[in-house]
């Protein structure tokens, strides 16, 4: 029935949304700046990379592409969002970090909730995409990890283009005067907090599911120094003149060709990261 969907489309909805709280992203920012100063020697970010944030932030809506290493990466590039006075990222986050009661608090300081699979959901993937072509249109910076998962080498992972196809499709229906701009995010760490259970899943071991008791284990790396963070933000890449250049409207291609040119767009950005 009616109904039925409606409870199911607003369950969905509730489960994936943010809810932005300013007293729970004033806390983390003063965490994130703890943490910072104790295990780090400095977070470097050039002025021609906070210019190209800026400029992204104010031209339209900037979705932001960061390489994916360690699990401080979104809390890096949210705090360095707050302390420049930006406008914070909406973030997509695995359901892996939807544990009490960290989910509670990324929820509030920006994280949407993603499934691994859709495999078998109907309703889900359409909430999913509409809300993200809500926080396009409404010009929300949104962060996601093209890589889907972090990288155990330290190399760079293949694309996948899930969220990028929504953002395409929600870039499409913009008006054409709004930019729609990927910025290619590079961070590296001179040394990984998680080294050592990298090496133990890359030795064969089972990788550990998040929750309190291992967030609890993790506070040792405060005992630890891991040198200097180094945030780059590569060249800007702009969807509306990949849009302009199509023979039709991106809606109207054949999804073999959509397949293909998101793959393309994909590992231009995995090249400038």
Same mark, same amino acid.
């Given at each position: 029935?009616?109904?039925? =969907?409606?409870?199911?489309?607003?369950?969905?909805?509730? +489960?994936?949304?943010?809810?932005?709280?300013?007293? &729970?992203?004033?806390?983390?920012? #003063?965490?994130?700046?703890?943490?910072?100063?104790?295990?780090?020697?400095? @977070?470097?970010?050039?002025?021609?990379?906070?210019?190209? !944030?800026?400029?992204?932030?104010?031209?339209?809506?900037?979705?932001? @592409?960061?390489?994916?290493?360690? +699990?401080?990466?979104?809390?890096? =590039?949210?705090?360095?969002?707050?302390? !420049?006075?930006?406008?914070?990222?909406?973030? @997509?986050?695995?359901?892996?970090?939807?544990?009490?009661?960290?989910?509670?608090?990324?929820?509030?300081?920006?994280?949407?909730?993603i499934k691994r699979s859709f495999n078998k959901e109907r309703l889900f993937p359409r909430v999913f995409a509409r809300y993200v072509r809500l926080l396009v249109r409404e010009e929300f910076p949104i962060e996601f990890f093209i890589e889907g998962g972090r990288s155990r080498t330290g190399k760079l992972l293949p694309p996948k283009v899930g969220m990028l196809s929504m953002v395409m499709d929600a870039a499409a229906d913009?008006?054409?005067?709004?930019?729609? /701009?990927?910025?290619?995010?590079?961070?590296?760490?001179?040394?990984?907090?998680?080294?050592?259970?990298?090496?133990?899943?890359?030795?064969?071991?089972?990788?550990?599911?998040?929750?309190?008791?291992?967030?609890?284990?993790? /506070?040792? &790396?405060?005992? *630890?120094?891991?040198? *200097?963070?180094?945030?780059?933000?590569?060249?800007?890449? !702009?969807?509306?003149? /990949?849009?302009?250049?199509?023979? /039709? +409207? #991106?809606?109207?291609?054949?999804?073999?060709?959509?397949?293909?040119?998101?793959?393309?767009?994909?590992?231009? @950005?995995?090249?400038?990261?």
């Amino acid at each position: 029935s009616v109904a039925r =969907i409606e409870r199911e489309v607003e369950r969905n909805l509730n +489960h994936i949304a943010a809810r932005f709280s300013f007293r &729970v992203v004033s806390w983390f920012a #003063w965490i994130c700046q703890f943490i910072w100063n104790r295990i780090f020697s400095g @977070v470097d970010i050039r002025d021609v990379d906070i210019e190209r !944030l800026r400029n992204a932030m104010r031209d339209g809506t900037a979705i932001l @592409v960061p390489c994916h290493r360690s +699990h401080l990466d979104y809390l890096l =590039i949210s705090s360095q969002c707050y302390r !420049l006075g930006l406008v914070l990222p909406y973030i @997509v986050a695995g359901e892996n970090l939807s544990f009490f009661p960290m989910g509670y608090l990324f929820r509030r300081s920006g994280a949407f909730f993603i499934k691994r699979s859709f495999n078998k959901e109907r309703l889900f993937p359409r909430v999913f995409a509409r809300y993200v072509r809500l926080l396009v249109r409404e010009e929300f910076p949104i962060e996601f990890f093209i890589e889907g998962g972090r990288s155990r080498t330290g190399k760079l992972l293949p694309p996948k283009v899930g969220m990028l196809s929504m953002v395409m499709d929600a870039a499409a229906d913009l008006r054409p005067d709004r930019k729609v /701009t990927v910025l290619p995010i590079a961070i590296s760490y001179e040394q990984i907090a998680e080294e050592k259970s990298y090496a133990r899943e890359l030795s064969g071991k089972k990788k550990k599911k998040e929750s309190f008791s291992q967030l609890l284990r993790a /506070t040792s &790396v405060l005992k *630890k120094r891991f040198g *200097k963070v180094y945030m780059r933000i590569g060249e800007p890449l !702009l969807l509306n003149e /990949t849009l302009e250049n199509l023979p /039709t +409207h #991106w809606s109207e291609l054949p999804s073999d060709q959509q397949k293909e040119l998101l793959f393309e767009l994909g590992e231009r @950005v995995i090249y400038r990261i």
